[in-house]
C-alpha cells in the first residue's frame, strides 16, 4: 500500500525523489530526472536571486511541457523552500512557487506553515523536512502533504536517528506520505524503505556524481573515490549536524580532527566564510557505493534494475511462502 495519488504512481518508474541539494541540484539534473520518471528537486537558493530562479522555472517548466507534448510522461518537480525566519527571499521565492505551480514544495529549516495554504490553493503539495519525530510531529499538524524524515546516514544536514526507528515512531501519529532520507544509494535501498512503511526515498549522494549536477567537478570525482571510513560528522562548519567529507575539509584548510561545535545553527555561514561553504562537501553513508561519474538517465536505469532485482529477491524468499497472501506467492519475478 502507499500513500501517494494515482497520478504520481502513473508517471513514477521508482518510488525516489532525487534530493534537493544545495550548490549542486541544477535545473539539468531536475530535468533529466523527471523525463526519467522521478522526482526532480532543486532548493531555490541555487538561484543567486528571485530573477535567476523564474528563469530556470520557465526553462524546466517549457522543457516538460514540450516532452509531453512529444506523447512523454516526465515525473513532478519539486521545489526546495528555505523556511527559516532569517531567509530574506522567502516571500519571493514562495511567490515563484505559487506562479510556476510548482507541484511540489519540500520545506526546510523551519515550520513549513506559510506554505501549505498558497501551495494548496493550486493543487500542489508540500512535505515538510524534519530530522527528529518532535520536529516531525510539530509539522504534521499543519496541514503539510509528507513528511521527509532526514535520518542517520544523509548527506549534508543529517539526522541522528536510524530509519527504521524514524518510521516507527513517525508512524504512531502520521498516515500520510513519509520519504525517507538517508543512505539510500541503491535500488534495492529504496524497496527496504517501502518495506519499512515509507512511500518514497530521497537519494542524493549518487546524484552529485552526475554530468548534469553543479557540483565542482573535484566534488564529483571525490565522491566516487571516498568511503564511509571519509565522512565527519560535525556541525562545527553551520552549526547544524552534518556529514561533510574529511579530504574536503583538509583542502579548505579546516582540521577534522580539531573543530569546535557551534553552539546555533547560522544560516548566514555561507556569507561570512564563502570559501568554506563552497568547498566544504557532503556526502552520505552510501558514498562508498558511488564508482563512476554517469548521467542521470544512466543512473536511473541501473537503480531500476537493481529495484527490480530486489523484488525477484523478495518473491524467492521462503518467507514469503509462509506469511505472503496465496495469490502473491505465484507471482514470478519482475522482468
Same mark, same amino acid.
Given at each position: 500500500?502507499?500513500?501517494?495519488?494515482?497520478? /504520481?504512481?502513473?508517471?513514477?518508474?521508482?518510488p525516489?525523489?532525487a534530493?534537493?541539494?544545495f550548490?549542486?541540484?541544477?535545473?539539468?539534473?531536475?530535468?533529466?530526472?523527471?523525463?526519467?520518471?522521478?522526482?526532480?528537486a532543486?532548493?531555490?537558493?541555487?538561484?543567486?536571486?528571485?530573477?535567476?530562479l523564474?528563469? /530556470?522555472?520557465? #526553462?524546466?517548466?517549457?522543457r516538460?511541457q514540450?516532452?509531453?507534448s512529444?506523447?512523454?510522461?516526465?515525473?513532478?518537480?519539486?521545489?526546495?523552500?528555505t523556511?527559516?525566519?532569517?531567509?530574506a527571499?522567502?516571500?519571493?521565492?514562495?511567490?515563484l512557487?505559487?506562479?510556476? %505551480?510548482?507541484p511540489?514544495?519540500?520545506t526546510?529549516?523551519?515550520?513549513?506553515?506559510?506554505a501549505?495554504?498558497?501551495?494548496?490553493?493550486?493543487?500542489?503539495?508540500?512535505?515538510?523536512?524534519?530530522n &527528529?519525530?518532535e520536529?516531525?510531529?510539530?509539522a504534521?499538524?499543519?496541514?503539510v502533504?509528507g513528511?521527509?524524515?532526514?535520518?542517520?546516514?544523509?548527506?549534508?544536514?543529517?539526522?541522528?536517528?536510524?530509519?527504521?526507528?524514524f518510521?516507527?515512531?513517525?508512524?504512531?501519529?502520521w498516515?500520510g !506520505?513519509?520519504?525517507?532520507?538517508?543512505?539510500? #544509494?541503491?535500488?534495492?535501498?529504496?524497496?527496504?524503505a517501502q518495506l519499512m512503511g515509507?512511500?518514497?526515498?530521497?537519494?542524493? &549522494? %549518487?546524484?552529485?556524481?552526475?554530468?548534469e549536477?553543479?557540483?565542482?567537478? %573535484?566534488?564529483?570525482?571525490?565522491?566516487?573515490?571516498?568511503?564511509?571510513?571519509?565522512?565527519?560528522?560535525?556541525?562545527? !562548519? &553551520?552549526?547544524?549536524?552534518a556529514?561533510?567529507?574529511r579530504p574536503?575539509?583538509?583542502?579548505a584548510?579546516i582540521?577534522p580532527?580539531?573543530l569546535?561545535?557551534?553552539?546555533?545553527?547560522?544560516?548566514?555561514y555561507?556569507?561570512?566564510?564563502?570559501?568554506?561553504?563552497?568547498?566544504?562537501?557532503?556526502?552520505?553513508?552510501?558514498?562508498g557505493?558511488?564508482?563512476a561519474?554517469?548521467?542521470?538517465s544512466?543512473?536511473?536505469?541501473?537503480?531500476?534494475?537493481?529495484?527490480?532485482?530486489?523484488?525477484?529477491?523478495?518473491?524467492?524468499?521462503p518467507?514469503?511462502a509462509?506469511?505472503?497472501?496465496p495469490?502473491?506467492?505465484s507471482?514470478?519475478?519482475a522482468?
Open positions: 500500500m502507499t500513500n501517494l495519488p494515482n497520478e /504520481w504512481i502513473n508517471v513514477l518508474d521508482l525516489l525523489i534530493a534537493p541539494m550548490l549542486v541540484s541544477s535545473i539539468e539534473l531536475v530535468a533529466a530526472a523527471c523525463e526519467n520518471r522521478i522526482i526532480g532543486i532548493p531555490t537558493p541555487n538561484a543567486r536571486t528571485p530573477e535567476i523564474h528563469d /530556470w522555472l520557465d #526553462t524546466l517548466t517549457k516538460l514540450l516532452a509531453r512529444q506523447g512523454k510522461h516526465p515525473a513532478p518537480w519539486a521545489l526546495g523552500l523556511v527559516h525566519s532569517t531567509n527571499r522567502l516571500k519571493d521565492d514562495l511567490e512557487c505559487v506562479k510556476y %505551480r510548482a511540489l514544495i519540500i526546510a529549516l523551519g515550520s513549513p506553515r506559510a501549505v495554504e498558497p501551495v494548496h490553493e493550486y493543487g500542489g503539495w508540500v512535505f515538510a523536512d524534519v &527528529t519525530p520536529y516531525a510531529f510539530k504534521a499538524q499543519t496541514g502533504d513528511l521527509v524524515l532526514v535520518c542517520s546516514g544523509s548527506g549534508g544536514h543529517t539526522g541522528q536517528m536510524a530509519a527504521a526507528a518510521v516507527t515512531t513517525v508512524r504512531e501519529f498516515k !506520505i513519509v520519504v525517507i532520507a538517508g543512505g539510500m #544509494t541503491t535500488g534495492g535501498s529504496l524497496r527496504s515509507a512511500d518514497l526515498a530521497y537519494m542524493g &549522494t %549518487r546524484f552529485i556524481a552526475s554530468h549536477s553543479a557540483a565542482d567537478p %573535484r566534488y564529483k570525482q571525490m565522491i566516487v573515490d571516498c568511503a564511509f571510513k571519509d565522512i565527519v560528522c560535525t556541525n562545527a !562548519i &553551520t552549526g547544524a549536524y556529514n561533510d567529507l574536503s575539509l583538509l583542502e584548510g582540521d580532527d580539531r569546535e561545535a557551534k553552539a546555533s545553527f547560522d544560516l548566514h555561507a556569507e561570512k566564510q564563502p570559501k568554506a561553504w563552497k568547498d566544504v562537501w557532503s556526502a552520505g553513508h552510501g558514498v557505493d558511488v564508482k561519474i554517469e548521467s542521470v544512466g543512473i536511473i536505469a541501473r537503480l531500476k534494475r537493481e529495484y527490480r532485482a530486489a523484488i525477484a529477491r523478495e518473491i524467492d524468499d518467507w514469503l509462509k506469511y505472503a497472501p495469490g502473491l506467492r507471482i514470478g519475478p522482468g
